[in-house]
């Protein structure tokens, strides 16, 4: 990207589920909020920053502790919802149903094919899943504790087993991070663009990763409504 455009991550959100990440012509690139005019899916500017990825009190796979640096990127303010899913694919299979809850149940591979209508419908190419790093980043919103508010739990910013009575909400009912981000964690897994890895921390680049080039699994991030506290911190990652 010779023109140096900002990107932008849309957060399609399932029971597994994507952000994805549009690229800003530079004279967009100074609002700090963009608006998808085909779907009003919410993006909000997260500045270029560094900071310390994983953790070593983790599961294995979510270490070692390691510093990465990613460049601005704009990314959903809330989970994809039903309603906003509809405009391409009028197939919902999510279990809790309705129009401003986050959708369910949707595959990497459907994700990617939601970003691609999204991508034909407004003519463009900036629309995409982000990377891990990207997520993690975004989630912590300059914090380096087990949540992005501290590091016990606090029923005021995440659905999880806990709090969920065993279902999805409406997006943005619960407080944000400080990056100004709804749902990040809870709610819905979030689905990444990288592949999983168990050891990928170790060797993984400082500037911008992208995860390894090839495997079997997909990574999901962020945990859901249906999931204990191990399963909804900052740090949390699994495979699908």
Not at 85 to 97: G, I, M, Y
Not at 117 to 145: D, I, M, Q, V
Request: proline share 5%.
């Amino acid at each position: 990207m010779s023109f140096k455009l900002n990107q932008i991550v849309l957060a399609t959100l399932i029971f597994f589920s994507g952000t994805i990440v549009p690229n800003i012509h530079a004279q967009e690139s100074k609002t700090k909020e963009w608006i998808s005019p085909s779907t009003q899916i919410k993006f909000l500017k997260i500045p270029a920053g560094c900071f310390q990825m994983g953790s070593n009190k983790g599961f294995n796979y979510e270490g070692p502790v390691h510093k990465v640096c990613v460049d601005s990127f704009y990314l959903g303010k809330y989970e994809v919802t039903q309603k906003q899913w509809a405009v391409f694919n009028e197939n919902n299979l999510s279990r809790f149903k309705g129009e401003d809850h986050p959708v369910q149940r949707v595959s990497w591979n459907d994700a990617r094919e939601f970003i691609k209508n999204l991508n034909g419908a407004e003519n463009t190419t900036k629309y995409r899943l982000p990377t891990e790093a990207e997520w993690e980043y975004a989630a912590r919103g300059g914090t380096s504790t087990e949540f992005f508010w501290g590091d016990k739990i606090d029923n005021d910013f995440v659905w999880y087993f806990g709090t969920s009575d065993y279902q999805t909400h409406p997006v943005g009912l619960k407080k944000p991070n400080p990056f100004g981000l709804y749902d990040i964690l809870g709610n819905v897994w979030e689905w990444v663009d990288d592949w999983f890895s168990n050891d990928y921390f170790k060797t993984s680049p400082i500037q911008n990763p992208k995860g390894p080039p090839t495997g079997r699994f997909k990574v999901k991030r962020g945990g859901s409504q249906a999931n204990l506290i191990s399963r909804i911190k900052s740090h949390t990652r699994y495979r699908a």
